[in-house]
């Protein structure tokens, strides 16, 4: 692809890895190049780096599609998710699942990520649900706001809580700090 | 693709009320220094072919990346001094200053010196400003651009240097150039590649971020001659300088100035340097506007000073917005929006 292609999204191959482009500001000085200075995310590793590439100079698009798939289990050191329409399924080291295996439950959908037809990551939503199965009980009558407490989702990942939290009870979680959001009344 | 690019700008009434006034004042300006006011076409044959701006097709014909080519053409033809205020398109160039479809004020003045040519760009900005309610910008200042290269980057450059001499001194500086063309078979499609990049590089790097810290108006002038583009070479204390300018105010690039170069034979030959620096970098063949040349060798251009100067950003500045589209008045645009 020709630079002036490059766009919010774009998804880029660069010395073999997959970056999506996450910023992106063109600048062009007089009568000279033009400069498409970009924020570009490995789609692996999740590392952003700053690039800026000029005017006449040639890109290579990365392969990369997104598949939606459900979560089936893991053996600790991999996860297997699968197709719910074709069945097919694959297996994503622990290493690339990282901390989202704390909010992975039973049968959750998830954005798998392809490149080069290979799974090479995983995107879930911002906001999962899950159940209290441990926590200390509430001491009546502290109703300060800001006092939490230690409790345990059914995946058992360790949680800060209100006091009021009971066990039975589901919250909603923020994936991408791990923190406590509100309760979800049924 | 078509959006609302409403963005968080500007109230609709007032960007209307703006334009209104802008454009009046632009035009009572101009003529009242004795110019003429002109429409010319907006699709044209041939565009004035630049390394790095591609036009949008609109067969058989592009549409102008600026009105120059037929203005120039009226001016060989006895129009006298003229002006317009015109559509002109560039494309893929989109971002909080660059749109691909913009207004270009451009004007010719008949034997005027550029000195003159850059108190209009001066003069023409205050009616903006004006026109805006915003104070005008006071005292402008003008400087060569090889003494702002040599203020930058702590030692300066002579002008006169080839591609790969100015490659290795631009490296040397922490500006390693970064464009096909440095290796042209043709030493005058390596030089004028060489010193777009360097230019490019440097600008960016150094002379942006100067101009927005000392803010106000500031024109740069006395381009290396590799950098002539369509002005004149003419000796400046010793050494060959293109004769033009570029304005800026607040640090956002204005206007781009220059003394007409005459000579068809020498026209001829940047317009093939610039195809050739095109072909390296592996950007479309466009076609030589053999009608502009052929009024040049037939009719003659006379002696005359034009300036381009963008409207969009003018206005951008004359009521402190930061991108274009906050004083746009475009509802919707057709094209990419997604800078």
Known sequence: MDVSDLRKNAKLEIDGQPYVVVDFQFVKPGKGQGLYKCKIKNMITGAVLDRTWRSGERLEAANVESRKMQYLYSTGESFTFMDSETFEQVELAADIVGSDANFLLDNLDCDILFYNERPVGLSMSSHVVMEIVEAEPGVKGDTATGVTKQAKVSTGYEIQVPLFIKVGERVKIDTRTGAYVERVNN | ?339
């Open chain 2, 1 to 339: 693709m078509t959006s609302d690019r409403s963005g968080d700008g500007l109230p609709w009434g007032e960007r209307v009320a703006l334009w209104d006034a802008a454009l009046d004042s632009v035009r009572r300006y101009l003529r009242a220094e004795g110019m003429r006011e002109v429409s010319t076409p907006v699709r044209v044959a041939g565009v004035a072919v630049e390394p790095f701006i591609e036009p949008l097709t609109a067969p058989p014909g592009y549409l102008a990346t600026s009105p120059e080519m037929v203005m120039k053409r009226l001016l060989c033809r006895g129009s006298g001094s003229i002006f317009q205020v015109s559509h002109v398109f560039r494309a893929s160039e989109v971002g909080a200053h660059h749109s691909e479809e913009f207004h270009l004020i451009e004007w010719y003045r008949l034997g005027a010196p550029l000195a003159v040519a850059r108190g209009d760009v001066e003069s023409l900005v205050d009616a903006a400003f004006a026109a805006a309610g915003r104070a005008p910008v006071g005292s402008w200042s003008t400087f060569g651009v090889l003494e702002l290269i040599e203020r930058t980057l702590g030692c300066g450059l002579r002008g006169d240097e080839g591609a790969e001499e100015l490659a290795l001194e631009s490296a040397r500086r922490g500006l390693p150039l970064r464009v096909a063309g440095l290796d042209d078979p043709s030493p005058e499609v390596r030089r004028l590649a060489a010193w777009t990049a360097f230019i490019s590089e440097w600008s960016d790097a150094h002379l942006d971020p100067w101009l927005e810290r000392r803010g106000g108006g500031v024109h740069v002038c006395d381009f290396p001659p590799a950098l002539a583009a369509l002005s004149e070479i003419r000796e400046v204390d010793g050494r060959a300088s293109a004769a033009r300018f570029e304005s800026f105010v607040d640090g956002v690039e204005l206007a781009n100035g220059y003394q007409e170069l005459r000579d068809p034979a020498e026209q001829a030959a940047r317009f093939a340097a610039v195809a050739g620096l095109r072909r390296a970098h592996g950007a479309p063949v466009l076609p030589v506007d053999e009608g502009f040349l052929a009024d040049l060798r037939g009719f003659g251009l006379p002696a005359c000073a034009g300036v381009a100067l963008g409207l969009d950003r003018l206005l951008m500045l004359a009521v402190g917005a930061t991108r274009l589209e906050q004083v746009s008045t475009a509802l919707s645009v057709a094209g990419r929006l997604d800078a």
